[in-house]
């Protein structure tokens, strides 16, 4: 298969973790922010082939994780209601709100359904005029510009029975807050590739002159990877701090301006929770105000809503690299896949679920 | 994680949903916890040998095999196949896995108000088709109507009765450490022809489902002599579901190798766009087969003379109990292959 296999090769794999070590002569932690490198990365076992001195970290770039708790119970709250169908990308769907989670919801009789594209919860929305379509719109930069192109679609169409519940969020000042975070250790970045195929390499350039650390903007296959850190390696032995780009089948350094100008049309920058970090300022995405009309929270009187997190689960500091998913006392025995205690080991690019499903035996 | 951590399973039950939610239908672990909490705590049966796809019973001095499934696939016809079909040979592989010859299948239909009745007319020409292809009668059934909105069109469940010949015994228990994991065909294909036509997804060329019937495939295998030790076909949950239930009942550990599994390029397309793994993905026509390695070769040579083992391979080999039930040689080295939890949920981003 194109695209995927070549870059899964191992015999290239085993190439590059030599080639890295021969370059590596202190001890690095790097961070890897997308949950799908995370994942990448468990599953083809890249952490075992780097050399010991490299530490990799994993940051908190998994969406469906960082979606803060009240929205999820605003979700339910929704998909509850006889009138509305609420829609949803398939990962939403087993995250624990504070008491259920919307797999519960559905059971109970709500209509929760899930979609593949925002733009199948308009045309529902267009089918069934007497029913409010609700979008749960989770999701980085990445998703963001369907996401607004759904909304745009809607309001051209005139389908009003049509709204969102914004829970988007936005990479760079996540990374600014763990960076200066006190028990921040991180010294490079793997970049999320799909984010700048959107955004550009920009922000990124202000992360790497502030803060001075290498960022190499990295794709999401097993030597897409090894490449990265191979760049972020040689970056750090030669005290250098500027951006790279790894994943240039993918990125260009002024990004998608499409899609760009949508965003920038449908959406408005704001302080958004991040389950398990806080509230982080410019860190979301709501809607503008010439589209605030299809906001699922102001339609369905749930703007004034609020919830103290259970202290429990440690999600928070898997997803700011503070601790690895095996060193929470409840990985594995209290918290699974089936019974989860955060979003971390539900999503299928949280950390947590990715060190559970693809944990590794000690063989030959 | 470190060489003294705790064992994978949770040490305790937590029942998170009081109410009864889809992904306790998938196949997976969540499905499995239900049956054993709910169904074998009351059901169980001391005098039973451990679970497998049909309960063996002797009477008279005559072995024989019953088994029930259900079927509520949606939508009612898909690409390879239909209920009717997926009715008959679902059942009749259950039959053929616990090493049985298929006789005789029962048919309960339970319609909604306003199924057409052409649909009914196509749907049991296929299961009379199905049933002269795999060599069995239907000779009893049962039809009940629900009204619109309570039933989605139709529902089938088929009852499977078949004699088990002398000397021949297929169980969980019998599988030993040494013996060789055959895997007749490419996985994956049955699952994403459901997804894709019940989701309206189009790829560039049609995934048809593998539904076929197996008990003629596992009958040559027994005629040859072959020492088999054990048989499973791997529906819900996909072949890892199946691995690790045959594991976990025989107290055994397997180890596979992930490039010896075969995938076709269109289902690894099909599973690499939305996120899903082929080992997870429910089969109709395919199943695992533990034999005594020595007759491991011969046993290939059987199956790839059948039509429906042309495509046979080894994946791997039985051990002793490991870190965990199933292992998998991939790249990077060697990792737990689990069963699913839950359903697979497609990406988000």
């Known amino acids: 298969m194109r695209f995927v296999d070549e870059y899964r090769d191992d015999m290239h794999a085993e190439r590059f973790a030599r080639a890295i070590a021969r370059i590596t002569t202190r001890p690095w932690s790097i961070m890897e922010v997308c949950g799908g490198q995370t994942h990448a990365i468990v599953r083809f076992g890249i952490d075992q082939l780097l050399p010991d001195e490299i530490t990799l970290i994993h940051g908190p770039g998994c969406p469906v994780c960082v979606t803060a708790v009240e929205l999820i119970d605003k979700a339910i709250d929704i998909a509850l209601r006889p009138e509305a ?6 990962d939403m769907v087993r995250v624990p709100g504070s008491a259920k989670d ?19 919860a308009v045309r529902l929305a267009g089918e069934e005029p007497d029913r409010q379509v609700v979008f749960f719109a989770v999701g980085f930069e990445t998703t963001a510009p369907v996401n607004a192109a759904a909304v745009a679609q809607a309001a051209r169409r005139g389908i009003e029975n049509f709204s969102v519940l914004v829970a988007h969020v936005r990479i760079p000042p996540a990374i600014e807050a763990i960076l200066s975070g006190p028990d921040n250790r991180v010294e490079a970045l793997v970049a999320p590739g799909h984010v700048c195929a959107v955004m550009g390499t920009s922000e990124y350039e ?15 296959e097993p030597l897409d990877i090894l490449e990265g850190i191979h760049m972020g390696v040689t970056q750090l032995e030669h005290g250098e701090a500027k951006v790279e780009t790894q994943y240039a089948r993918g990125v260009k350094p002024q990004g998608n301006a499409t899609a760009m100008a949508l965003m920038n049309e449908v959406f408005t920058v704001v302080t958004r929770k991040w389950r398990g970090i806080g509230a982080i300022p410019y860190g979301g995405l709501a809607l503008a105000d010439a589209y605030v009309g299809f906001d699922a929270e102001r339609r369905f009187g749930l703007v004034d809503y609020s919830v103290t997190e259970s202290t429990e689960c440690l999600s928070g500091q898997v997803l700011q690299g503070i601790i690895k998913p095996e060193e929470c ?7 699974t896949p089936e019974h989860p205690l955060g979003a971390t080991m539900v999503s299928a690019e949280g950390a947590c679920a990715a060190y559970y499903r693809y ?4 063989a030959g | 994680m470190s060489p003294e951590a705790p064992p994978f399973t949770c040490p305790l039950p937590v029942q998170q949903y009081a109410n009864v939610v889809l992904a306790h239908g998938a196949g997976g672990n969540l499905m ?8 074998v705590k009351v059901f169980a049966n001391p005098d039973q040998e451990a679970e497998h796809d049909s309960a063996v019973l002797e009477c008279d001095g005559v072995r024989f095999a019953f088994t029930t499934d259900s079927y509520v696939v949606h939508p009612l016809f898909f690409p390879g196949g239909d209920i009717g079909s997926l009715a008959v040979y679902g059942t009749v592989n259950d039959l053929a896995v616990s090493g049985a010859r298929p006789l005789y299948l029962s048919a309960g239909f339970i319609l909604e108000e306003g199924l057409p009745v052409e649909t009914l007319h196509r749907v049991t020409q296929s299961m009379q088709a199905a049933a002269q292809r795999a060599g069995v009668t239907i000779v009893t059934g049962d039809t009940k109507v629900v009204e619109r909105g309570k039933g989605d069109g139709l529902f089938i469940n088929t009852a499977g009765i078949g004699m088990v010949p002398e000397g021949v015994s297929s169980l969980p228990a019998q599988v030993r450490p040494g013996d060789a994991v055959l895997l ?3 996985v994956g294909r049955h699952g994403i022809a459901i997804m894709a036509a019940r989701e309206g997804l189009a790829f560039e060329t049609t995934i048809e489902s593998d539904l076929a019937p197996l008990a003629d495939l596992v009958a040559q295998l027994f005629d040859a002599g072959i020492e088999v030790h054990c048989l499973r076909d791997c529906t819900r949950g996909g072949l890892a579901s199946a691995l690790n239930e045959i594991a976990a009942t025989a107290g055994a550990g397997i180890t596979i190798d992930e490039k010896a599994i075969p995938v076709l390029e269109d289902v690894r397309g099909a599973c690499e766009l939305l996120g899903l793994d082929p080992l997870h993905v429910a089969n109709e026509g395919r199943l695992v087969t533990f034999v005594a390695p020595g007759d491991a070769d011969r046993a290939l ?15 791997g080999t039985v051990t002793e109990r490991a870190a965990a039930p199933v292992l998998m040689k991939t790249f990077g080295g060697i990792r737990i292959l689990d069963m699913l939890s839950g359903d697979q949920l497609p990406r988000i981003c």
């Not at chain 2, 040579?301 to 994946?315: F, K, S």
């Open chain 1, 85 to 90: 169908i609420l829609c949803s990308f398939g």
């Open chain 1, 102 to 120: 919307l797999q519960a919801a559905k059971a109970a009789g709500g209509d929760v359904r899930i979609v593949y594209s925002p733009l199948d």
């Open chain 1, 206 to 220: 202000a992360i790497a002159t502030q803060y001075g650390i290498p960022v190499v903007v990295t794709g999401f």
């Open chain 1, 329 to 335: 006392p409840m990985f594995g025995g209290r918290c």
């Open chain 1, 359 to 362: 944990r590794r035996v000690s």
């Open chain 2, 32 to 39: 499995h916890r239900l049956i054993d909490d709910v169904f």
């Open chain 2, 184 to 186: 007749n065909g490419d």
């Open chain 2, 301 to 315: 040579e059987v199956m790839r003379r059948h039509p429906l083992g042309a495509d046979a391979t080894v994946i």
